[in-house]
């Protein structure tokens, strides 16, 4: 299939604005149903035919887009990119009725029906296919982007004091990506700002649920670690939401809660700290340890024992920072450890990768790190294990001064 150039230039435009604003593009999969048996039925004049088919199709859909929509030929149909992301207001249900309407009344296309069914796509997923000389249809070979579908990984958590990892992190993995590799929303690891108003209900339920059923495993294999599970700030800013989830957070067991190490996730800037105190008040309800997760860029950790929190916890949005990037961090690393530990409370580093940011969690007393570079993501826990700093620092640069320029 070969694209129209000025479509291609359409699609680069949508495509930027998507990856930079990581969001899903919300589009309208048009499936014509009823091809072959017309393809029978007009032999050899079917080339003619399906020609004719296929621009009164564009011709007809484009008619009842906006101008700013992209219909793009793709397998036995087309793609329609919206230029503008709307919550279902039945505009597709009346394209696929109007479309049949317009396919009785032609004497070529009587016998075809169109099935129009909407759906948000990654970029990644559009790119694919558009680079394939001959798409599949896009209603086979995509799937639409839902939290639901978001893989959960199981990072070990080793703690610096006991020189062992005593925990697991149950984290959402944002697969393929190399910045925000654990984490909701790689627009907040980025740039410490939420785009629109995302729901992660339903993603927080099951990081919840597979939280509480791996204690329960641990326990019956005599294994007793800390599990840690998050729910975003964004579900207990909702009224709704936040009680839909602490309904489900009030039903875990009682013989898991003392191994739950809860975290709020991705604290946005602004949000009010009454807010923050009052969550963290009704979690420790159930379990008695829970963390703040602030952005990279954050600096001002004072105050923050008022929160009645155990600590703050920061994913390092990109596991390799270019110099800048490291320069920014390694110094607020510093001035965490500095202000939280006249609290009297823990830092917790995540994503660390880069060896002078593993050694830095090591020189500032940090009180516990992951790091897919030492303990990669493992299929469940596996119970509290020694790790001890000589095999942490064989990994890295002899010297902390070597650590800080390696």
Partial sequence: MKIDPNLILQIADRLKDAVRDQRPMETAQIHIVGLDQVKQTAGDNWSEMSGRVRESSLEFIGQRVGPNDVVIPAGDGFVVIYADATEDDGRHEVLQNELNTFYMGEEATKGLSANVRSAAFGPDLLIEQL????????????????????????????SVGQEAITGYWITPEQVGRPVGHFAYDPAWAETGWHRDDKDFLELDLRILAKAVAEIQECLQKNRRCLVGFTVHSTTLLN?????????????????????????????????????????????????????LEIHQNHRDVNNMADLGVSGIACVMANPHPSPAEFTEVSRNITVWARDLKRQNLKLRLDNLDDPRLLGQALDVQADSCSSPRLWPAVPEPEGMKPYSREQFLKSLPATAAERRTA
């Fill in 239 to 291: 009224r709704n939401r936040k009680r839909s989830y602490m309904e489900a957070l009030t039903l875990a067991p009682a013989e898991t809660r003392p191994f739950l190490q809860a975290r709020i996730g991705e604290l946005q800037s602004g949000t009010p700290m009454s807010a923050v105190a009052e969550w963290g008040r009704q979690i420790r309800q159930v379990s008695a340890r829970v963390d």
């Fill in 131 to 158: 680079r394939k000389p001959d798409p599949v249809p896009f209603w086979e070979a995509a799937k639409p982007v839902t939290h639901a579908d978001m893989p959960l990984a199981v990072l070990p958590v080793w």
